[in-house]
């Protein structure tokens, strides 16, 4: 075969295929095995290469020892590689729907992305001997890659990597929409199928160039993706979700000295749950895991988002409050007890939770500018709370 045979490009589009799997095996190392995103994108590339080998399936195609290699007619070659194609974008998209950690696709959008491939064929068995096969090729991509485009603005933001896939989307999107619309006012002959239908080397070429950049781009999204969640990992309690010690320095310290600079009120409040060591002792550590979640969870579900909130050590958390004063965190400290008194008992918490806490803000008069020298203040604060138990205590001039 010569190196411009359609044919022979198609074989050498194989290394390429396996080149992309091998760099999303490559991606999979330190993701873990439920890595949904990742799944789907290797189906996508799979339907890719099956969509690529339904071109060869044709009489006269395969010969010499593939002679053998069980063939179909140029018109089902034709429906069912574009079917392929179509497949294939939908199980991309899928995939970076599901690269943004924050969404799950719902079961209705996995069975729309299955059913267009199957709309499309329908259409395409219609129409495949008229001049509007090819439209109605055109059409569904369109349609197919509009929606991959919205998905993947939203990941640009979060994802360099996606900018590649975004480029890449936007030229395939404008090309099948003037090549719709032209196809349309200017409906081409219908297509003979008299002989193999293969497609031209210049768009084999481009085939291959966008797959393998798309890939590329889609790895390193995940790349991104490992790194950050890393990072997170190494600030964040694994058990609560809070900031751990480690990654609460950062924004304390910052959230302390904007109050500071622009003078407006910060609340701080140490909070130590009551009875935690009778909880472990008297229902095991699963109760008392079960009690720290529900905490994190309820403070979560309260707090504002410029509000910190750190695991600080065991049953004991730190809550830092910007542009409050010390009557408003009292009042957050009484939703925050409310809140967990109206918790129903489960079987995994039979009781239900109490907490301790100091506080202090910008403004308390025992309290320093210095954010060290306040949270010293309030510590000893939350000490006097635990004596009694189930009580706030602010922070005086003892404490200072």
Not at 115 to 135: D, E, H, K, M, N
Not at 157 to 183: D, E, M, P
Not at 220 to 246: F, H, V, W
Request: aromatic letters at 8%; glycine letters at 6%.
């Amino acid at each position: 075969m010569a190196f411009n045979d359609p044919v022979t490009l198609l074989l050498i589009i194989t290394p390429f295929g396996l080149m992309t799997m091998l760099l999303l095996c490559l991606s999979y190392v330190g993701l873990g095995k439920d890595n949904t995103s990742l799944h789907w994108w290797i189906a996508g590339d799979l339907l890719l290469a099956a969509y690529r080998i339904a071109a060869t399936l044709q009489p006269g195609v395969p010969g010499g020892v593939f002679a053998w290699v069980p063939t179909m007619t140029p018109a089902a070659a034709f429906i069912a590689g574009t079917t392929l194609l179509l497949a294939a974008v939908g199980a991309h998209t899928l995939a970076l729907y599901r690269l943004d950690e924050h969404r799950r696709a719902a079961p209705w959008l996995t069975r729309l992305w299955l059913g267009l491939p199957a709309l499309y064929a329908l259409g395409a068995l219609a129409s495949v001997r008229s001049a509007y096969a090819l439209p109605w090729h055109s059409l569904f991509m369109v349609a197919t890659i509009a929606i991959q485009v919205r998905v993947t603005l939203r990941l640009a933001r979060k994802y360099r990597g996606a900018l590649g896939l975004l480029a890449g989307q936007l030229v395939i999107l404008l090309y099948h929409a003037w090549s719709a619309l032209t196809l349309t006012l200017h409906p081409l002959p219908p297509l003979p199928f008299d002989r193999p239908f293969l497609p031209l080397v210049p768009a084999l070429m481009m085939d291959v160039i966008v797959s393998f950049l798309f890939t590329l781009s889609y790895a390193l999204a995940l790349q991104e993706q490992l790194r950050l969640r890393i990072l997170q990992l190494s600030i964040t309690d694994s058990l609560t979700g809070a900031l751990n010690r480690r990654g609460a320095v950062g924004p304390l310290q910052d959230a302390w000295a904007r109050a500071n600079a622009e003078r407006h009120p910060i609340a701080i409040a140490m909070v130590d749950l009551d009875n935690f060591k009778r909880i472990n002792d008297q229902y095991g550590h699963s109760a008392g895991d079960a009690a720290l979640q529900t905490f994190a969870d309820t403070v979560a579900g309260l707090k504002r988002k410029s509000d910190v909130f750190v695991r600080w050590g065991g049953e004991e958390f730190l809550l830092l409050l910007p542009r409050t004063d010390l009557g408003q965190a009292e009042l957050f400290l009484i939703r925050l007890r409310d809140q967990l008194k109206a918790l129903p008992l489960t079987p995994a918490r039979p009781f239900h939770l109490e907490f301790s806490a100091g506080l202090a803000d910008s403004h308390t008069s025992a309290a320093t500018r210095d954010f060290e020298a306040t949270l010293r203040a309030v510590d000893k604060a939350l000490y006097r709370a635990k004596v009694d138990r189930n009580r706030v205590e602010v922070v005086t001039e003892v404490d200072g």
